[in-house]
């Protein structure tokens, strides 16, 4: 039968009215009358990270969202949890993404009533702007115009290219690894922290997270110390605080006017991040400026040399801030007199003064700083030269005549070398002035395209800034003389940076551009530090930083800010730029390191959502990087990296113990999945070794009619028992199917969960439904594990109200049970009076594990008292072994054999043999066979109902007790050793009724001649065994008794849950243990 639609246009919803009413007769239906519901997600368990909660963008207005028509019925079932296609597409385009936290309070306007409103910007930033920039920006900085000279003229060109070319090479891979992660899906606001975290998992996420917010803190440190630098030596020298005599006063003027600086700067960030993104193109034009006043003094060497000089006394750089004249004396109007520099080395002005004996037997010399880049100066500079600190600057080309060192060469105008020097330390200063390729990645939620941009802005910026770092070393070893190059703060060419002499047209366009650009810099990092904290204390995953995730009503950082400024501190009272360089070097390193370690591993994992847009990027790139990135933090300062290292690692584990969960689909658990499943391949390739045996556990536990676990220390005995280590998997059975109970099954297997949470067993948990509980355990005993990671043992508890249980399926399963394991050559445990073992809190001080040790079937027995001796609860606990000797064994001999056997297992016990010899059955024993045949068979043969049935039975019972006392008295046959007292016989006879009705009925006779005599046997043996057992472990904590193995006809399987009872009638703790069939320990090594 054909069907008919209306095609409605969809542009306007009044002509979808107008054409549903002009249908006539068809009378179409309406979307919206057959699709009422909603379109929301359930965000309830991520409130904290919604952006989680969906692999897509997680829309916030799903609810205004209606479909009408009838063209997708079949769906609409589905609609409430699956969206149209058209509705997500709607999403995804519509979505924008701003940096986290950087709205202000100039942005946010108020209408005339008072209602606040914040514009909603469009990120229209490019590459160039957006991240070639501002990467630029990070990368030339202090480093550049403060020390790379200094590293050229200490290290020599070839050892200054090598550390520019591992750094520079480092970034780059680091880069290339950054940009694969960066086009891997939408990069939200949060940059790096985001890429890491959501790569590596929150673990690794958050250490790597702390790791970068204190290298961009330290950066602070660095910067702001920079700029105290250029301020306190090149443009108000006289503005210090405390007056020159040494080093102490120097960095005591640091630390007091970088605290100064670091408040004024922590000031402008509070009011308002605005300003600082205003003044950053203002600080981004005097690097440029700088550095192409820097090439174009380059160039002018070739025409005209600059006119600076420096003043050699022999071959000693000296100081000319305080002379002009290099010389010791001058002609003034054809008279001789003493220069500024005659005092500096003689006691007085005079010619006739006392004076130095190096500063009389050598000249004193003029050379050009800057002889130019033709001078050829450049073959004096490829080599570097290392100097102890304290030691004199000397051009070792210059001839001079040594004298003997003198204590008061210090005091003289000497250029001093001032810390020692050596090539990793250098790298470890340099290294933080190529760290700024993250600034790119940060800005992310401003750039229109960041997949393209990231990658093409960074990698630029990493390529121009490495042409720009290589051709100033180059440059600056064939322009600018050695000894002045090595001379850190410019003392030999009048307090005027060294990169300045070279600069054209003005040493002061350096200072100036310098001076801005580590001003910006450090506003950056006070700006960006903040922000990653945030960011990292609202992800949640370290909870005692959670207060640091609020801020202002505008979302500014507030708390996050005053600690960055107390960390910063820290730094600027290290005073010495050149040992906080090293500190944030390492933090870079390890933030890069695994930037690295995160994309190696995504691309061999090859997971399906890995889909980088950037292609140019292969496993072996990230690994180079990973290695030389771990390669130069121990290069650099070896303890500087353990530090680095140990922070990581705590931080990491306190993630891992008390960190929020959080499920990113990182990497790290991707790895985790794919070693689990190369660990269990291989596992089942080769069978498992006796030294590698241990308990892989099957605990099956019962629920109660709330579904919580019944016995809750069944779960501590196993975490005793496996101390946390093998295999542990809880599992429990529900009846039914699981269409109709599937929810019961996930509630229980929350509450599995929270219990072993609870008892601290670590483990896996699983419930399932069956028809029944006899073929849950089958199912379970099958097929629980997975691979090589199989269980080998299976734990239980002992059915204790098996025999008021109102049918047999109680003892049925339990047999049935012992029979599968038995089948599958798994191990059992059984304990009885499970609720009385030891919680996890308690401690056993004193007292005995006591083995029974009647069969040999694997060596269970052994292994267990050792293992439980591992856990704090038992670990005070004695181990005593018992074994039973039989009339034709050498008592003797066999604990002598016990002995030895025990000293070969490395086993700390006491070992007894107890002698049971054979002796005539007691009437106490014939007669609980007796009772139990009886009830058997009365349980056959009465068709009563369940009440009844168990009614009858008992007074059957009770009847047979006082008949059989009262003939054991009269006739006692002469093979039977009778064991009833009168005071038991009378006990007897006073505790049951008449029951000769019932006696009548059955006509059942006590005979014993008639019993089974394999049933009496059996009972004999539990009944002795059991005396036995009582009378030597009753007191002890715990008692561990071969588990006897039921009979091979199920006939007799009611009589066997008696046996059992029989063997553990008065002791408290017992655990029945039955082997799997193969030894599990061993003498051997």
């Given at each position: 039968m054909?069907?008919?639609?209306?095609?409605v246009?969809?542009?306007?919803?009044?002509?979808?009215?107008?054409?549903?009413?002009?249908a006539g007769?068809?009378?179409?239906?309406?979307?919206?009358?057959?699709?009422?519901?909603?379109?929301?997600?359930?965000?309830?368990?991520?409130?904290?990270?919604?952006?989680?909660?969906?692999?897509f963008?997680?829309?916030e207005?799903?609810?205004?969202?209606?479909?009408?028509?009838?063209?997708?019925?079949?769906?609409?079932?589905?609609?409430?949890?699956?969206?149209?296609?058209?509705?997500?597409?709607?999403k995804?385009?519509?979505?924008t993404?701003?940096?986290?936290?950087?709205?202000?309070?100039?942005?946010?306007?108020?209408?005339e009533?008072?209602?606040?409103?914040?514009?909603?910007?469009?990120?229209?930033?490019g590459?160039?702007?957006?991240?070639?920039?501002?990467?630029?920006?990070?990368?030339?900085?202090?480093?550049l115009?403060?020390?790379?000279?200094w590293?050229?003229?200490?290290a020599?060109?070839?050892?200054?290219?090598?550390?520019?070319?591992?750094c520079?090479?480092?970034?780059?891979?680091?880069t290339?690894?950054?940009?694969?992660?960066?086009?891997?899906?939408?990069?939200?606001?949060?940059?790096?922290?985001?890429?890491?975290?959501?790569?590596?998992?929150?673990?690794?996420?958050g250490?790597v997270?702390i790791?970068?917010?204190?290298?961009?803190?330290?950066?602070?440190?660095?910067?702001i110390?920079?700029?105290?630098?250029?301020?306190?030596?090149?443009?108000?020298?006289?503005?210090?605080?405390?007056?020159e005599?040494?080093?102490?006063?120097?960095l005591?003027?640091?630390?007091?006017?970088?605290?100064?600086?670091?408040?004024?700067?922590?000031?402008?960030?509070?009011?308002?991040?605005?300003?600082?993104n205003?003044?950053?193109?203002?600080?981004?034009?005097?690097?440029?400026?700088?550095?192409?006043?820097?090439?174009?003094?380059?160039?002018k060497?070739?025409?005209?040399?600059?006119?600076?000089?420096?003043?050699?006394?022999?071959?000693?750089?000296l100081?000319?801030?305080?002379?002009?004249?290099?010389?010791?004396?001058?002609?003034?109007?054809?008279?001789?007199?003493?220069?500024?520099?005659w005092?500096?080395?003689?006691?007085?002005?005079?010619?006739?003064a006392?004076c130095?004996?190096?500063?009389?037997?050598?000249?004193l010399?003029?050379?050009?700083?800057?002889?130019?880049?033709?001078?050829?100066?450049?073959?004096?500079?490829?080599?570097?030269?290392?100097?102890?600190?304290?030691?004199?600057?000397?051009?070792k080309?210059?001839?001079?005549?040594?004298?003997?060192?003198q204590?008061?060469?210090?005091?003289?105008?000497?250029?001093?070398?001032?810390?020692?020097t050596?090539?990793?330390?250098?790298?470890?200063?340099?290294?933080p002035s190529?760290?700024?390729?993250m600034?790119?990645?940060?800005?992310?939620?401003?750039?229109?395209?960041?997949?393209?941009?990231?990658?093409?802005g960074t990698?630029?910026?990493?390529?121009?800034?490495?042409?720009?770092?290589?051709?100033c070393?180059?440059?600056?070893?064939?322009?600018?003389?050695?000894v002045?190059?090595?001379?850190?703060?410019?003392?030999?060419?009048k307090?005027?940076?060294?990169?300045?002499?070279?600069?054209?047209?003005?040493?002061?366009v350096?200072?100036?551009?310098?001076?801005?650009?580590?001003?910006?810099?450090?506003?950056?990092?006070?700006?960006?530090?903040?922000?990653?904290?945030?960011?990292?204390?609202?992800?949640?995953?370290?909870p005692?930083?959670?207060?640091?995730?609020h801020?202002?009503a505008?979302?500014?950082?507030?708390?996050?800010?005053?600690?960055?400024v107390?960390?910063?501190?820290?730094?600027?009272?290290?005073?010495?730029?050149?040992?906080?360089?090293?500190?944030?070097?390492?933090?870079f390193?390890?933030c890069y390191?695994?930037?690295?370690?995160?994309c190696?591993?995504?691309t061999?994992?090859?997971?399906p959502?890995?889909?980088?847009?950037?292609?140019?990027?292969?496993w072996?790139?990230?690994?180079?990087?990973m290695?030389?990135?771990l390669?130069?933090?121990?290069?650099?300062?070896?303890?500087?990296?353990?530090?680095?290292?140990?922070?990581?690692?705590c931080?990491?584990?306190?993630?891992?113990?008390?960190?929020?969960?959080k499920?990113?689909?990182?990497?790290?658990?991707?790895?985790?999945?794919?070693?689990?499943?190369y660990?269990?391949?291989?596992?089942?390739e080769?069978?498992?070794?006796?030294?590698?045996?241990r308990p892989?556990?099957?605990?099956?536990?019962?629920l109660?009619?709330?579904?919580?676990?019944?016995h809750?220390?069944?779960?501590?005995?196993?975490?005793?028992?496996?101390?946390?280590?093998?295999l542990?998997?809880?599992?429990?059975?529900?009846?039914?199917?699981?269409?109709?109970r599937?929810?019961?099954?996930?509630?229980?297997?929350?509450?599995?969960?929270?219990?072993?949470?609870?008892?601290?067993?670590?483990?896996f948990?699983?419930?399932?439904?069956?028809?029944?509980?006899?073929?849950?355990?089958?199912?379970?005993?099958q097929?629980?594990?997975?691979?090589?990671?199989?269980?080998?043992?299976?734990?239980?508890?002992?059915?204790a109200g098996?025999?008021?249980?109102?049918?047999?399926?109680?003892?049925?399963?339990f047999?049935?049970?012992?029979?599968?394991?038995?089948?599958?050559?798994?191990?059992?445990?059984?304990?009885?009076?499970?609720?009385?073992?030891?919680?996890?809190?308690?401690?056993?001080?004193?007292?005995?594990?006591?083995?029974?040790?009647?069969?040999?079937?694997?060596?269970?027995?052994?292994?267990?008292?050792?293992?439980l001796?591992?856990?704090?609860?038992?670990?005070?606990?004695?181990?005593r072994?018992?074994?039973?000797?039989?009339?034709?064994?050498?008592?003797?001999q066999?604990?002598?054999?016990?002995?030895?056997?025990?000293?070969?297992?490395?086993l700390?016990?006491?070992?007894e043999?107890v002698?049971?010899?054979?002796s005539?059955i007691?009437?106490?024993?014939?007669?609980?066979?007796?009772?139990?045949?009886q009830?058997?068979?009365?349980?056959?043969q009465?068709?009563?109902?369940?009440?009844?049935?168990?009614r009858?039975?008992?007074?059957?019972?009770?009847?047979?007790?006082?008949?059989?006392?009262?003939?054991?008295?009269?006739?006692?046959?002469d093979?039977?050793?009778?064991?009833?007292?009168?005071?038991?016989?009378?006990?007897?006879?006073?505790?049951?009724?008449e029951?000769?009705?019932?006696?009548d009925?059955?006509?059942?006779?006590?005979?014993?001649?008639?019993?089974?005599?394999?049933?009496?046997?059996?009972m004999?043996?539990?009944?002795k065994?059991?005396?036995?057992?009582?009378?030597?472990?009753?007191?002890?904590?715990l008692?561990l008794?071969?588990m006897?193995?039921?009979?091979?006809?199920?006939?007799?399987?009611?009589?066997y849950?008696?046996?059992?009872?029989?063997?553990?009638?008065?002791?408290?703790?017992?655990?029945?243990?039955?082997?799997?069939?193969?030894?599990?320990?061993?003498?051997?090594?």
């Open positions: 054909p069907t008919n639609f209306t095609v246009p969809v542009e306007d919803a009044q002509e979808i009215t107008n054409s549903v009413g002009a007769s068809n009378k179409p239906f309406a979307l919206d009358k057959i699709f009422k519901e909603e379109l929301q997600e359930d965000n309830s368990q991520e409130e904290e990270v919604p952006k989680e909660s969906s692999p963008i997680n829309p207005n799903d609810e205004e969202q209606y479909y009408e028509g009838k063209n997708m019925a079949l769906f609409e079932e589905e609609m409430d949890r699956s969206p149209m296609v058209s509705s997500l597409l709607n995804l385009a519509n979505y993404n701003l940096t986290q936290g950087v709205r202000e309070h100039e942005e946010e306007a108020e209408n009533d008072g209602v606040r409103r914040v514009p909603v910007m469009v990120p229209q930033m590459t160039f702007i957006g991240v070639y920039l501002p990467c630029m920006q990070n990368i030339l900085g202090v480093i115009f403060l020390r790379l000279t590293i050229v003229g200490t020599g060109i070839l050892g200054s290219f090598a550390i520019v070319s591992m520079c090479i480092c970034t780059l891979l680091t290339i690894s950054m940009s694969a992660i960066a086009t891997n899906g939408v990069v939200p606001a949060g940059g790096s922290y985001y890429m890491i975290s959501r790569s590596l998992g929150p673990e690794f996420g250490a997270g790791c970068l917010y204190l290298g961009t803190t330290f950066a602070g440190s660095m910067y110390l920079g700029t105290i630098e250029i301020l306190l030596t090149y443009i108000v020298p006289t503005a210090k605080v405390f007056k005599g040494g080093d102490t006063d120097f005591n003027n640091m630390r007091v006017y970088g605290t100064c600086c670091l408040v004024l700067m922590a000031l402008v960030v509070f009011v308002g991040v605005k300003y600082v205003k003044l950053a193109l203002v600080f981004l034009a005097c690097v440029i400026l700088s550095i192409m006043a820097t090439y174009a003094g380059v160039v060497t070739l025409i005209e040399p600059p006119e600076f000089t420096v003043c050699l006394l022999g071959n000693r750089s100081r000319n801030e305080k002379f002009e004249t290099c010389a010791k004396t001058e002609l003034v109007k054809n008279e001789t007199r003493t220069t500024d520099l005092p500096l080395f003689c006691d007085n002005k005079y010619l006739n006392t130095d004996e190096y500063f009389i037997v050598n000249n010399t003029e050379i050009q700083a800057v002889p130019g880049l033709l001078s050829g100066v450049i073959k004096d500079n490829l080599w570097g030269n290392y100097d102890p600190a304290g030691e004199m600057l000397e051009k080309s210059q001839p001079s005549v040594p004298v003997p060192e204590t008061e060469d210090t005091k003289k105008p000497y250029v001093f070398n001032d810390i020692t050596y090539f990793t330390l250098l790298v470890g200063i340099y290294f190529v760290t700024g390729i600034a790119g990645s940060n800005r992310s939620g401003d750039l229109r395209d960041a997949q393209r941009s990231i990658p093409i990698i630029m910026a990493i390529l121009t800034t490495s042409f720009i770092y290589i051709s070393v180059v440059l600056f070893g064939a322009c600018i003389e050695g002045v190059l090595r001379d850190k703060f410019g003392f030999s060419v307090k005027n940076p060294v990169i300045g002499i070279l600069a054209w047209p003005s040493p002061w350096i200072v100036i551009g310098s001076f801005f650009s580590c001003c910006g810099a450090g506003l950056q990092s006070l700006t960006g530090a903040p922000r990653l904290l945030q960011a990292i204390a609202r992800d949640g995953i370290i005692f930083l959670q207060v640091f995730g801020g202002k505008n979302n500014e950082p507030t708390w996050a800010l005053l600690l960055t107390g960390i910063c501190e820290i730094g600027i009272l290290i005073a010495s730029l050149d040992a906080v360089a090293p500190i944030l070097s390492m933090f390193l390890m390191l695994f930037v690295n370690l995160a190696a591993v995504q061999l994992l090859r997971t959502n890995w889909r980088p847009r950037f292609k140019f990027y292969h072996t790139l990230s690994f180079l990087g290695s030389l990135c390669s130069l933090m121990f290069v650099s300062s070896w303890y500087y990296a353990l530090v680095a290292i140990v922070i990581a690692g931080i990491y584990k306190y993630i891992e113990y008390r960190g929020a969960e499920e990113w689909g990182d990497g790290i658990r991707g790895l985790s999945l794919n070693a689990a499943r660990a269990l391949i291989r596992l089942e080769v069978p498992l070794h006796t030294k590698n045996w892989q556990l099957l605990v099956l536990c019962k109660d009619s709330n579904l919580k676990v019944k809750p220390h069944l779960l501590s005995f196993t975490s005793q028992l496996k101390a946390g280590k093998g542990t998997i809880v599992s429990s059975v529900l009846e039914g199917t699981y269409m109709t599937g929810a019961d099954a996930k509630t229980g297997e929350e509450n599995l969960k929270a219990a072993m949470a609870a008892e601290k067993t670590k483990g948990s699983h419930v399932v439904v069956a028809s029944n509980l006899r073929d849950g355990f089958s199912l379970l005993i097929s629980a594990g997975l691979g090589g990671m199989k269980h080998n043992a299976v734990l239980m508890a002992w059915p098996w025999k008021l249980a109102q049918d047999s399926s109680a003892r049925q399963n047999i049935e049970t012992v029979r599968e394991t038995t089948s599958a050559e798994q191990a059992l445990l059984v304990a009885k009076n499970i609720d009385s073992f030891p919680s996890n809190q308690e401690r056993l001080t004193e007292g005995t594990i006591d083995v029974w040790w009647i069969v040999h079937d694997g060596g269970l027995l052994m292994l267990l008292p050792f293992l001796n591992q856990h704090k609860v038992w670990r005070k606990c004695k181990m072994i018992f074994t039973v000797a039989q009339m034709d064994d050498n008592s003797i066999m604990k002598k054999d016990l002995q030895m056997f025990v000293y070969h297992l490395r700390d016990a006491v070992v043999v002698e049971m010899h054979g005539d007691s009437a106490f024993t014939y007669e609980k066979t007796l009772m139990m045949e009830r058997s068979q009365m349980l056959k009465m068709q009563l109902s369940r009440t009844e049935k168990e009858e039975a008992q007074l059957i019972h009770d009847r047979n007790t006082a008949t059989n006392a009262k003939a054991a008295r009269q006739t006692t046959p093979h039977v050793h009778m064991t009833w007292t009168k005071d038991k016989v009378i006990n007897e006879r006073n505790k049951h009724r029951n000769m009705a019932v006696k009925m059955f006509n059942m006779k006590p005979e014993w001649e008639n019993l089974s005599q394999s049933n009496v046997r059996r004999h043996t539990a009944v065994l059991n005396e036995a057992v009582v009378k030597k472990s009753k007191n002890s904590q008692v008794l071969n006897p193995g039921p009979p091979k006809n199920k006939k007799g399987d009611e009589n849950m008696e046996f059992l009872e029989v063997l553990m009638e008065g002791l408290n703790r017992v655990v029945l243990v039955r082997g799997g069939g193969r030894e599990v320990i061993t003498i051997y090594s």
